[in-house]
């Protein structure tokens, strides 16, 4: 799930929560340029995906520049 309040589905235990931008734009930001814009959905696209992948036992919250650098977050 693609969420901008990340920690209400995480609350509810869904299992896989990606982090997005705003309420009104999920999956972009209409005040970058839009090569950035589109960058930005890209990498969100590409997060969602390998959430998929990814092994949980428990509600996760994987953010869009994470697979770069860092590990999923779980939810206590």
Do not use: Y
């Not at 509810?12 to 589109?38: F, M, N, T, Y």
């Not at 990498?43 to 995906?49: N, S």
């Amino acid at each position: 799930m693609i969420s901008a309040l990340p920690s209400v589905p995480l609350s509810v235990g869904a299992h896989r929560v990606i982090k997005g931008v705003r309420v009104e734009h999920l999956c972009g930001d209409p005040s970058l340029s839009p090569e950035q814009d589109s960058e930005l959905m890209l990498r969100i696209a590409r997060t969602a995906l390998k959430a998929l992948q990814t092994e949980v036992t428990e509600p996760t919250l994987f953010e869009p520049a994470q697979f770069t650098e860092k590990e999923p977050a779980h939810a206590h």
